[in-house]
């Protein structure tokens, strides 16, 4: 137990990412291309909460903080990238069963997640992403092995970030990342592996959840 | 209230199924809600800087691990995990001590601050395999919607985070004891919140604690501290 409350460190406001202004103006980065390095990078400067609150106008009109703007972008990032690797292993066609099953429902969730952050951020939203999924989806077993993989990535990227957000997107990504765990520990049992391992699960960075998002090689 | 009075067998389910307006079968595959997490991991002492509401919020989920370790601990007790496959005795102990784990955490949290533990009676539902693994489901599930009800209500940033911490965990309980029940582990994209009412309603309508005062003709209704 104390080690339990020793690694749980709320660190979370902020990433320590240094070097990028708040005042980045995104409209400057090429669309149509992942610039995951530098996009993701500056969505992880995270306004703390000392530097107060930046409110900007989202395509809905409604005043719309900045912070949550960086966060809500990053987070449908990973969802573009999971909505996409389920389209693509549901298109493949190599999955029967429960594996089969988990593409299609957990897929119909992330777009739905997709959906969902695309509303709330309106004009704001970053370009998805080009992926190649190389050959993740050629057989049940490296599916379900990057399925894991990307759905424990996304659940410790909320739990890094979720602190940082507003109340109002707190409603929102709450909801989102009950279901996220959801997924993970749904492929964790699939595999035999613990689908809950920690009485509270771990925080990650946007710094770390990029550098496992890179090692995948997904990012074109 | 006489002990046979008491409908023990499928009470929470039976709640939660009034609640939603579904058959009893459809029930278990829709996503419910969860409940209780409780709030651990904080290594300073937070509650200096946490506001009033948020040892209220604290306290609930702690009257809700409460009710969650007693009942995998009871199920333990009598013998009923002992008797199950491998594969199902380690899940059953795996969310007992997960449940405990949060108790000690939450209790440490707040102190002097903490609600009693209140007495419960589960009835038969921890005897049989059956009951035990319905009713897991549906406090798993209900435990989830407490959790991203509340969430939006702390300020506390500290206390957020590890609520996501918290809340992540009990939707893992509730999607592993799913599949440990043969329902699909998920229900829609976005799990649905409950407020502190509908989940204190849920509650109450099981009778498993037993130490909660009847209702009286008072408007407000007694607080759920056990």
Request: glycine share 8%; aromatic share 6%.
């Amino acid at each position: 137990m104390a080690a339990l409350l020793r690694h749980f460190r709320p660190n979370v406001v902020g990433d320590g990412v240094t070097g990028i202004s708040d005042d980045e103006d995104e409209s400057a980065m090429p669309r149509g291309r992942f610039v995951g390095n530098t996009v993701l990078a500056g969505a992880a400067v995270l306004l703390g909460g000392a530097a107060g609150v930046v409110t900007v106008e989202s395509a809905a009109g409604a005043l719309f903080p900045r912070q949550d703007r960086r966060i809500l972008r990053f987070l449908l990032q990973l969802e573009y990238l999971q909505a996409e690797f389920y389209s693509a292993a549901s298109a493949r066609g190599r999955l029967r069963g429960e594996l089969r099953e988990f593409a299609e429902v957990v897929g119909a969730h992330e777009r739905e997640h997709v959906a969902l952050l695309e509303k709330r951020l309106g004009k704001s939203a970053l370009p998805k992403p080009t992926f190649d999924f190389g050959d993740a989806t050629d057989n049940a077993s490296r599916f379900a092995r990057t399925a894991r993989r990307l759905e424990e990535t996304g659940v410790a990227a909320y739990i890094g970030q979720g602190a940082n957000l507003t109340p109002r997107s707190i409603v929102s990504v709450s909801a989102i990342t009950a279901v996220e765990a959801r997924h993970a520990a749904w492929i964790a049992d699939f595999l035999g592996h613990r689908p809950a391992p920690l009485a509270a699960d771990k925080a990650r960075t946007t710094k770390q959840v990029l550098a496992a998002i890179r090692r995948t090689g997904f990012l074109r | 209230m006489r002990l046979e009075e008491l409908d023990c067998d499928g009470a929470l389910t039976d709640a939660i199924t009034e609640m939603h307006g579904d058959s009893r079968a459809e029930f278990l595959r829709k996503t419910a809600i969860g409940s209780g997490a409780l709030l651990g991991a904080l290594a300073a002492p937070p509650l200096a800087a946490a506001k009033v509401d948020e040892v209220a919020i604290l306290n609930y989920g702690l009257g809700f691990e409460y009710l969650q370790s007693t009942f995998y601990t009871e199920a333990e007790r009598v013998g009923t995990i002992a008797r199950m496959g491998k594969r199902k005795a380690a899940w059953a102990r795996t969310l007992g001590a997960h449940e405990r784990a949060h108790v000690a955490i939450l209790e440490k949290v707040l102190g002097a601050d903490a609600v009693r533990k209140p007495s419960f009676n589960f009835g038969g539902v921890t005897e049989t395999e059956g009951g035990f693994t319905q009713t897991a489901v549906a406090m798993e599930d209900l435990t989830v919607a407490l959790l991203t009800g509340q969430l939006p209500r702390v300020r506390t940033p500290a206390l957020v985070a590890a609520f996501f911490s918290l809340l992540t965990v009990e939707a893992r309980h509730a999607a592993w004891a799913r599949r440990i029940a043969g329902v699909r582990p998920v229900g829609p994209a976005l799990d649905e919140p409950k407020t502190l009412g509908q989940v204190d309603r849920v509650i109450r309508s099981t009778r498993f604690i037993s130490s909660l005062l009847p209702r009286t003709r008072a408007r407000r209704s007694p607080r759920f501290t056990g």
